[in-house]
């Protein structure tokens, strides 16, 4: 086996604070190395290059997602809770799960949602130019998708409060055993069960995306506790990504100040330049898959029940693919981008988010003159994502001198 092909050997650790601290230099060093490489401190492959990481997407077959996206392989160790019914699941459950959420989450249903976001997005742009001192992650990063988020799939009030916890716990466990995954996995079944309990009928409202989730039950599409399932996908994988969406595009906007200007003069471009922070930051930074069949990339021969690391972030700034990967260009055609996945387990909120972001963006931008960094922004390290804790931001009126 690769008797003919010299493979790769990388000593990095992906998930080391240093790695996640800078890990564009670091996907620079895995693209040059190969199509793909083997990183010998977790025994698994990676791929970083856009072609690459793509084709992986795209074969589904080849690399499941059923032994889980995160590097612990379902089919040799219980993970803690019961695996996602769409995320953690291969055709053809996941294709009819897959469908019901996209159901759920049709333009339809995203365009009855659009004047509550509307109106929470001016309440919330209003606030922070009175302040004008602010922490961009927790004063609008956190802040608008932690209310119209739960709001939009029909939580209650009480108990909400426990999804930054479960998304934490959601993200870090795709990675590997380390002081991080302890950390964020230390209340894990109190904290499921407390997301379970949302994801009950009775403790939702019947016009929201969970109640969509259930009608989809009554159909006689899924079972009831499969219905249940689904709504938990929605809370796992619905806020964090958003959040820290919005938290990169916030530093984009105050690092490219002229960037930042070019929405104001023209808001219609928002919702690509959110789209374009997702590339440029990609705030889901990698998943895994596990190889189901002998497979070869670039030569190299991949063995059945290898896990395989897709750098997604990687592929966002692959200059094979892009140019100038690494400017922020709220004009730039950003179809290709991986930052949402892609094949069929392209993400089903990726609608959802970019309403959030579009909205939030536009009426930011019809307030806003600048965004002021008034210290470095902190990282929230994670295992998964990519995002700040603390944005220290000094905001400039619209109409007054900056
Ligand atoms: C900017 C925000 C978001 C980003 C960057 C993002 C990113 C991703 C990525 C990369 C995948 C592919 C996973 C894979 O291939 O294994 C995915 C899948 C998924 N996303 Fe998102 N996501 C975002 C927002 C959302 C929202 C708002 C929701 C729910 C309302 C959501 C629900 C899902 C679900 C359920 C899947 C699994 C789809 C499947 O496996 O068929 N995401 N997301």
């Not at 409060?161 to 302890?182: D, K, Q």
């Not at 004009?331 to 970019?354: D, P, Y």
């Amino acid at each position: 086996m690769n008797a003919s092909r010299s493979v790769p050997v990388l000593d990095l650790d992906p998930f080391s604070d240093d790695f996640l601290a800078e890990p564009f230099s670091r996907h620079a060093l895995i693209r040059e190395a190969g199509p793909v490489v083997w990183l010998e401190r977790y025994g698994v492959w990676a791929v970083g290059r856009h072609s690459d990481v793509f084709a992986v997407l795209m074969d589904w077959e080849s690399f499941i997602s059923s032994a889980g996206v995160g590097i612990t392989d379902f089919r040799v160790q219980t993970p803690p809770r019961p695996p996602s019914i769409i995320l953690e699941a291969d055709p053809p459950l996941q294709t009819r799960t897959h469908k019901i959420l996209a159901r759920v989450l049709s333009p339809a249903a995203l365009r009855s949602m659009r004047v509550a976001f509307e109106t929470e997005a001016e309440q919330l742009a209003a606030r922070i130019v009175e302040r004008g001192t602010i922490d961009g992650a927790e004063d609008i990063a956190r802040a608008f998708p932690l209310q119209v988020f739960p709001d939009a799939v029909g939580l209650p009030d009480e108990g909400r409060e426990i999804l930054p916890a479960y998304g934490n716990m959601v993200f870090n466990f795709f990675g590997p055993h380390n002081e991080r995954f302890e950390h964020a996995m230390a209340n894990a079944p109190a904290v499921s069960k407390a997301v379970m309990a949302l994801c009950e009928r009775s403790a939702v409202t019947p016009d929201g995306l969970a109640a969509g989730v259930f009608a989809a039950h009554d159909a006689g599409e899924c079972s009831y506790a499969e219905a249940g399932m689904l709504v938990r996908s929605l809370l796992s994988a619905g806020l964090d990504t958003t959040v820290n969406s919005i938290a990169c595009a916030l530093v984009c906007f105050a690092r490219f100040p002229e960037q930042w200007n070019r929405v104001r003069a023209d808001p219609s471009i928002a919702r690509n330049a959110f789209d374009e922070a997702v590339r440029l930051e990609s705030p889901v930074q990698t998943f895994f898959r596990t190889v189901a069949k002998p497979v070869t990339i670039g030569g190299i021969e991949l063995e059945d029940g290898a896990k395989l690391l897709m750098f997604l972030a990687s592929a966002n700034r692959d200059p094979r693919k892009w140019s100038d990967p690494d400017t922020f260009d709220v004009t730039r055609k950003t179809g290709a981008h991986v930052g949402f996945g892609a094949g069929i387990h392209r993400c089903v909120g990726e609608m959802l988010s970019k309403l959030e972001g579009e909205i939030l963006i536009g009426a930011l931008a019809r307030r806003v003159a600048r965004f002021e960094l008034t210290a470095e922004p902190t990282l929230n390290y994670n295992n998964t994502l990519r995002g700040y804790a603390q944005i220290p931001l000094t905001i400039h009126a619209n109409g007054k001198p900056t």
